[in-house]
């Protein structure tokens, strides 16, 4: 192992490697510049102009070569720098995320937009042009300044070629001033960050981007002896949850087995030696971290290993895990399942004949074992998710699919379990006003935090049938049949139908043309009703589009409905019924009210003066005996 070199690529503690710029630059592209050389630093490339090869060099910030341009003819295809038609790149200038050079012996301007492949030829100077371009520049208006270097005036054109007059040179000289990057390539390059977006530079003043460790760096965990109370048990599985591995961590999991048990004593010195010395322990092959994982959170991975262990009633599992410090491997679940089930027992004897052989078949026949044994355990535990109650979250959407009913995408699991055990319980009573207040019992107890049966109690949400209020005097009917039971007689001007002869007073009528006018004593309170819900529960105009949606799957179809926000006020004649809108000697159990810019639509006013508000101060009364108002 000594022979070889140590290596030069190592990770820091964030999952990026440092990597030396040599392995970077295997063929050697890196050079310092001539004399003859002119260059520009471009954002994070530095652009060179060499007059001698009459070539256009794009390097990194290190000096690498990116992209080599030239030397072109006039058509822009390449040719030897001696040619006769040969051009000559003299300058060039950045202009909106583009390097623009300028070719002398041509009157060209040619354009490279940074990490492109080629350079396009973008205009060229008129025919009839008074001045042959050498200098290059833009100004503050976003135009390009083109000068001959000695005249005492220069074109201005656009970004198309187009001109846009002369200017004096003393007004435009400070564009043509410019700092040349002076920085040549290091001899000796750099190491530089390798992350999964690509290499980035690293100062070797830098300081190594490893965080303080806050865990130990390893750990085993070494487990009692495990009883099967079965005589040369073959264990089968361990199923490893990993909750968390981070980059360069490893788990390694060993086991022993044996038909006699161990003392305590006899564990702790059996652990006590280098783990390497233990020939009993057998290990499986090691989990090891990804060395540069995807940028997102990790999740849970379940593992399942065999047991490499040979037969014993006992078994003793240790556990090994190793990080950087920083982060460590984390296992939240372990199970261990026994005894193995060998498909070994269906095959002929003669494939257990020899030891070595009945071995490898058994391992190897465990492999399509294990997948056949989850199957079977999943067979067996599906009425599980046919139970409300022990359902898992992600399959609580099929068993709703079975009972026709949509869960609500905002809601938690456990508030969406409340539906569905709430289902069953109602399929007697669907469409009918118990079935309907049980149903919004479990979505006001979702939106408030109560349970149901405390709802329940307060008689929350209280529902009341429209028929129940035809209250009008009626022979032959023992409850609205006396004087002070009933609300009053029935007039045609309840309805306000258009009748000739009865109701037909201009100014009071309306016309209605559905219905029988004999029936309208019963059809105008028939087939709806009002459900009345505390305001504190419903917030939103979120909420109280749930709350519709769920009233809309219990009603019957053919039924309208009213829903009434209840605030918590009395109002006599308006808001006084106990056990329906009033509330006397206890708060109703409810959420806090919170201040909301989202009222529900629904909402009766609140706060408002001459509704349920009187700004303070003394009012006019009456004084006894009085002819006329007095102040009381």
Not at 63 to 79: I, K, N
Not at 219 to 234: A, E, F, I, P
Not at 237 to 244: A, G, M, S
Not at 341 to 347: C, F, K, N, P, W
């Amino acid at each position: 192992r000594n022979r070889f070199p140590k290596p030069r690529v190592r990770a820091d503690g964030r999952g990026h490697l440092v990597v030396p710029d040599a392995l970077l630059d295997p063929c050697g592209l890196r050079r310092r510049w001539g004399a003859q050389t002119s260059w520009w630093a471009v954002g994070d490339s530095l652009y060179v102009i060499d007059s001698r090869l009459r070539v256009v060099r794009v390097h990194v910030a290190d000096g690498r070569l990116r992209h080599r341009f030239g030397p072109y003819d006039a058509d822009g295809v390449g040719v030897t720098a001696d040619a006769p038609g040969c051009w000559s790149p003299v300058d060039l200038v950045a202009i909106d995320g583009c390097v623009l050079v300028l070719d002398e012996r041509h009157q060209a301007v040619h354009a490279h937009k940074p990490g492109a492949e080629v350079l396009a030829r973008w205009f060229s100077a008129p025919a009839d042009s008074e001045r042959r371009w050498r200098r290059i520049a833009r100004d503050e208006r976003g135009c390009l300044l083109l000068w001959d270097g000695t005249g005492d005036t220069l074109d201005r054109v656009d970004l198309q070629g187009r001109r846009l007059g002369p200017v004096p040179e003393r007004d435009v000289r400070h564009h043509f001033v410019r700092d040349r990057s002076a920085k040549q390539p290091a001899d000796r390059a750099k190491p530089v960050w390798l992350t999964r977006k690509g290499a980035v530079p690293r100062d070797e003043k830098d300081p190594a981007q490893w965080p303080e460790p806050t865990f130990q760096k390893r750990g085993v965990w070494t487990s009692r002896w495990l009883d099967s109370d079965l005589h040369n048990c073959q264990w089968h599985l361990i199923e490893l949850e990993v909750k968390d591995l981070p980059p360069g961590s490893r788990i390694v999991v060993r086991t022993r087995t044996s038909n006699e048990k161990e003392s305590d004593a006899e564990v702790q010195a059996t652990i006590t030696p280098a783990l390497a010395t233990l020939g009993s322990w057998q290990a499986v092959p090691a989990l090891v971290g990804v060395t540069q994982p995807a940028d997102r959170p990790s999740k849970a991975q379940d593992v399942d290993v065999l047991v490499p262990s040979g037969p014993g009633r006992f078994l003793q599992l240790q556990i090994e895990m190793g990080g950087d410090g920083i982060r460590t491997p984390v296992v939240s679940r372990l199970r261990l399942r026994f005894p193995r089930e060998s498909l070994l027992d269906y095959l002929p004897a003669i494939y257990s004949k020899r030891e070595e052989q009945r071995e490898f078949l058994d391992r190897f026949l465990a492999i399509m074992q294990t997948t056949w044994t989850a199957i079977e355990r999943d067979v067996e535990s599906f009425f599980r998710f046919l139970d409300p109650d022990s359902v898992p979250a992600e399959a609580m959407a099929f068993l709703a699919g079975w009972l026709d009913l949509r869960l609500e995408g905002t809601w938690k699991p456990e508030q969406n379990r409340r539906l569905l055990q709430e289902m069953p319980k109602l399929r007697t009573r669907w469409g009918t006003a118990d079935g309907l207040r049980a149903w919004l019992r479990v979505y006001l107890s979702n939106l408030g935090g109560v349970e149901p049966g405390q709802l329940a109690d307060a008689c929350i949400p209280g529902i009341v049938e429209s028929f129940v209020e035809r209250r009008r005097l009626m022979l032959n009917r023992p409850d609205t049949a006396t004087l002070g039971a009933a609300e009053g007689l029935w007039s045609p001007s309840v309805v306000r139908r258009f009748q000739v002869g009865v109701f037909d007073r201009e100014g009071e009528v309306e016309l209605v043309s559905a219905g029988d006018p004999e029936l309208d004593l019963f059809a105008r309170q028939a087939h709806s009703f009002r459900v009345y819900v505390p305001a504190a529960f419903v917030r939103t105009a979120d909420q109280e589009a749930l709350i519709r949606r769920a009233i809309e799957l219990q009603k019957p179809a053919h039924t309208t409905y009213e829903l009434v926000m209840v605030e918590p006020r009395l109002r006599v004649g308006e808001q006084s019924t106990i056990g329906l809108d009033t509330v006397v000697g206890a708060p109703i159990p409810g959420p806090l009210v919170c201040t909301t810019v989202d009222d529900p639509p629904s909402r009766a006013p609140y706060q408002r003066l001459g509704f349920d508000t009187t700004v303070g101060g003394r009012h006019r009364g009456y004084a006894i005996g009085a002819d006329e108002p007095s102040l009381a």
